[in-house]
């Protein structure tokens, strides 16, 4: 009863119309985790506090960035890193919607929506903290003795997830479908 009312809703069957928009709502869930954490983080650790998870191994860690991944551009002038960062976001966010909403494309796999939904939430994220905060809140930290991995954020996690899935999905054999000699006649 459902599928019926959605398929004449939608024009589609639930599984077509589910596919649609699968992308853009792990985006959501990927932009409301990330908003929860940053705003948690900003409101019980000071600036470079930490907090041990793993010792040796993991903490959290708040901090700061103004400029792009691994800190890049952090020296530049603000108004010329706040323009290109803010550009780069956005262009990157046009192509993946414009990606999602094409009917036609080549993105229309299960992996291909899943990570481009991942890439999606991400770059919500830390384009939203860049435009009213100049900065994007980082906490996870991993590091072993004196050597230590940038510390990122959930957005950030969800981008590198989404680029590994589609890295998958480019690199993986696909089947191509051939049409049986019923349909061919």
Request: aromatic fraction near 10%; glycine fraction near 10%; charged fraction near 15%.
């Amino acid at each position: 009863m459902k599928d019926a009312a959605l398929d004449r809703l939608t024009g589609k069957s639930a599984p077509a119309a589910w596919m649609r928009w699968m992308p853009f709502v792990i985006a959501a869930a990927i932009f409301i985790l990330d908003r929860v954490t940053k705003i948690y983080i900003r409101a019980n650790l000071h600036e470079f506090d930490s907090i041990s998870v793993i010792p040796g191994w993991f903490r959290i860690v708040h901090t700061e960035n103004s400029g792009a991944a691994f800190g890049m551009l952090a020296d530049g002038a603000p108004l010329v890193r706040g323009i290109v960062l803010i550009g780069i976001s956005i262009v990157v966010l046009c192509f993946v919607i414009s990606a999602l909403l094409n009917r036609n494309g080549s993105y229309s796999g299960v992996a291909m929506r899943v990570g481009l939904g991942f890439i999606l939430g991400g770059a919500i994220g830390n384009l939203y903290d860049r435009v009213l905060l100049g900065t994007v809140t980082d906490f996870i930290e991993v590091y072993n003795g004196t050597w230590s991995f940038p510390a990122f954020n959930m957005a950030d996690s969800a981008i590198t997830v989404g680029a590994a899935i589609l890295i998958f999905d480019l690199l993986r054999p696909h089947r191509k479908s051939v049409p049986s000699p019923v349909e061919s006649k």
